[in-house]
């Protein structure tokens, strides 16, 4: 069994930081990948950013040069620095991992975690 778990939102001012975790545990060969994911009322999902493994990473060009996403292998958790919040950053982030339960099973398995939300106002 596989629990993928976010943590860290909640309330910033405008131009203030947060940081989210997005953590994996149970039965993990590894981790492929990792996606952080928002939906804000009455908009669809959208993917904020994306890392491999290896390290390489993408983002979403309206949180180009304020988020940072990063990964701890040891930790089996990947984050996301928030910083230079805007109102419209508002929303539920959503961790979605890509993990190998094991060895011998070569495409891995999506899984979600329940959400945190975001709230940036002043």
């Known amino acids: 069994q596989v629990h993928v778990v976010e943590s860290g939102g909640g309330l910033a001012q405008p131009g203030g930081s947060l940081r989210l975790s997005c953590a994996a545990s149970g039965s993990i060969f590894s981790i492929n990948a990792v996606g952080w994911y928002r939906q804000a009322p009455g908009k669809q999902r959208e993917l904020v950013a994306h890392i491999i493994t290896g390290g390489s990473t993408t983002y979403a060009d309206s949180v180009k040069g304020r988020f940072t996403i990063s990964g701890d292998n040891a930790k089996n958790t990947v984050y996301l620095q928030m910083n230079s919040l805007k109102p419209e950053d508002t929303a539920v982030y959503s961790c979605?991992?890509?993990?190998?339960?094991?060895?011998?099973?070569?495409?891995?398995?999506?899984?979600w975690g329940q959400g945190t939300q975001v709230t940036v106002s002043s």
């Open positions: 979605n991992a890509l993990i190998r339960l094991d060895a011998m099973t070569w495409s891995p398995i999506a899984y």
